[in-house]
Nanobody, 116 residues
Framework: QVQLVESGGGVVQPGGSLRLSCAASGTIDSFNTMGWYRQPHGKGRVLVAE???????FYADSVKGRFTISRDNAKSTLYLQMNNLNPEDTAVYYC??????????WGQGTQVTVSS
């Protein structure tokens, strides 16, 4: 079974940028929908951004204009470029992959902390 591994999280000051990566252990061609979710401490997990093959994207209102989602099927990797970060973006970020007839996959999460 394909596994997802997130990386790129860390501590950044307000206004800073981070790029998250989600590397799959196998091909992601069959997953027509891949997305990033986040879960602030003590709160529920919510959708941040999603990309639906071939190029349709969706963003939560709170991140529009600041975050960009992309995928590279050749590298089996999903990305999330996050700019102009603010403390409200602090959360554990999870990668998700879904496809017809396939069980949805989740990564283990990567912590993003925005603090001065």
């Amino acid at each position: 079974q394909v596994q997802l591994v997130e990386s790129g999280g860390g501590v950044v000051q307000p206004g800073g940028s981070l790029r998250l990566s989600c590397a799959a252990s196998g091909t992601i061609d069959s997953f027509n929908t891949m997305g990033w979710y986040r879960q602030p401490h003590g709160k529920g997990r919510v959708l941040v951004a999603e990309i639906i093959s071939p190029q349709f994207t969706f963003y939560a209102d709170s991140v529009k204009g600041r975050f960009t989602i992309s995928r590279d099927n050749a590298k089996s990797t999903l990305y999330l470029q996050m700019n102009n970060l603010n403390p409200e973006d602090t959360a554990v970020y999870y990668c998700n992959a879904r496809g017809p007839g396939l069980a949805p996959l989740w990564g283990q999460g990567t912590q993003v902390t925005v603090s001065s």
